[in-house]
């Protein structure tokens, strides 16, 4: 059995809402530069003022009339699609936008054209013309330790990469809050369990810490089934230790 009992909700309460703020700028880098938001959120049912674990315990129905769910974020990431042909030159509208992407730029495209290199391109199906990049992904501290990051990120990736031919990201730590991580060993063991989520998904090293998918990767669709079930699994697993002896 999955070890979930510290999470502080049922995970398959979680979901995922994608946003596009257009500003309505007609400009190249507009054009070229899109910028999409998710929020990763947690719906909570409250009974009678209760909340949390005893809340949706103490509902003998899902429809209970004295219950009301409100959703809670809990996390959130941030995609860019760049359009490689519109607006402007790629590579210095990724340069314009943030230290990030820049460098993100400087590994898969050419500054001349702002397309892919040639060999990037040698190494990609063409299944498009964007390039979508994962920029961050962030839970709460409460939320961590129990794979959901990857679990999140593949529905996202699945929902924004249609028209791209290639996903890339950076894999590092985000959060710098936690005064454990300004241990070097500490640090390294953490980045490195980062990585491996995003392995899984089927992300590949291509050189200077920036990872490549494929969106027509075999491993990406098997994947997103591994990690729905996966879910699942989080969840009644949660569900069983969480639920009172009475209940059962």
Known sequence: ?????????????????????????????????????????????????????????????????????????????????????????????????????????????????????????????????????????TLEPQWRGHGLAPVLAIEAIHRLMAGCRAVACSPGVTDLSHHRLMDRSEWDRVSAKITRGWERIGFRLYRDNVYVLSPSSQDLEEQRGVLRARLAELGASWRSETTPASQE
């Open 1 to 137: 059995m999955i070890e979930s009992s510290s999470l502080p909700g049922d995970p398959t309460e979680l979901h995922l809402r994608i946003s596009f703020d257009d500003e309505l700028w007609d400009t190249p880098q507009a054009d070229t530069l899109e910028r999409w938001d998710v929020a990763v959120l947690h719906r909570r049912r409250t009974h009678d003022g209760a909340q949390g674990a005893a809340a949706g315990s103490a509902c003998p129905t899902t429809d209970c009339s004295s219950c009301t769910s409100e959703d809670v974020a809990v996390g959130e990431m941030t995609f860019y699609r760049v359009h490689l042909d519109r607006g402007r030159n790629a590579y210095w509208a990724m340069e314009e936008e943030s230290e990030d992407l820049y460098e993100t730029a400087q590994v898969l495209l050419d500054p001349e054209t702002g397309s892919f290199t040639s060999e990037v391109s040698e190494r990609l199906e063409y299944v498009g013309s964007a390039l979508l990049v994962m920029n961050r992904v």
